[in-house]
Each structure stands twice: as C-alpha cells, then as structure tokens.
C-alpha cells in the first residue's frame, strides 16, 4: 500500500488546517490508519487512529478535542481535521497503514506516507 498525504500548510494560532492521506493499491479487508507526527531529533508521536469501519477512533491526550480523524471509505483516503492550532503543533505529519486493528503504536504500522508539514505561528 502506498500512502499520500497532503492539505499542510502555514497557519496562524488558533487556525483551522485539514490534512488528507490517499491509499493507493492493495488493502486488506479489515485494516486501519493513523496520523503521527515528528519534529527533528524526536521519535515519532502518535496523533489518531481510526478502525477500518470508522468504529474505533484513538487519539493522544494533546490533540483530543481539537482534532477529529475521519475516513472517507469508499476513496480509501482518510483526514484529520485539526482546529484551535498551537505553535506546539508545528511538525511534519505522517500517515500511515496497518493491517488489522487499531492502535496507537508506530511500530505496527506497515506503510507511510511522506510526511506534510505544518507550521503554526503566533
């Protein structure tokens, strides 16, 4: 499966900004996808995960409430939502795939996309 992930930009505090990853080639039945992030030197940061179904949405303790992953199935393309944007947002956003179930862990995540960054300022 190959992933790519577009929508990030330059926006101000408290800003909206949309991000969309498309799958392209073969997927699993059940599978799922995520969102993380890196900022150099770092390791990679969970964001969201959403179940295959869209049954199951995980999210870290810094993003919850502000930003809300979604899928649309039928494009196998997902999209995180992401509003009130804080200069700590600022970082290079991944997604990704995984077969099976949901889960906040990078390391079972197969494939990724290239990363998009975004950059929030005051």
């Known amino acids: 499966v190959q992933l790519q992930a577009s929508g990030g930009g330059s926006v101000q505090v408290g800003d909206s900004l949309r991000l969309t990853c498309e799958t392209i080639?073969?997927?699993?039945?059940?599978?799922?996808m995520g969102w993380f992030r890196q900022s150099p030197g770092k390791e990679r940061e969970f964001v969201a995960a959403?179940?295959?179904?869209?049954?199951?949405?995980l999210y870290a303790d810094s993003v919850k409430g502000r930003f809300t992953i979604s899928r649309d199935a039928a494009k196998y393309t997902i999209f995180l939502e992401m509003n009130s944007l804080k200069p700590e947002d600022t970082v290079v956003y991944y997604c990704?795939?995984?077969?099976?179930?949901?889960?906040?862990?990078?390391?079972?995540?197969?494939?990724w996309g290239q990363g998009t960054l975004v950059t929030v300022s005051s």
């Open positions: 990704a795939y995984k077969g099976l179930y949901c889960n906040q862990y990078a390391v079972t995540f197969e494939s």
């Open positions: 080639g073969r997927r699993g039945y059940m599978y799922s």
């Open positions: 959403n179940s295959w179904d869209g049954g199951t949405s």
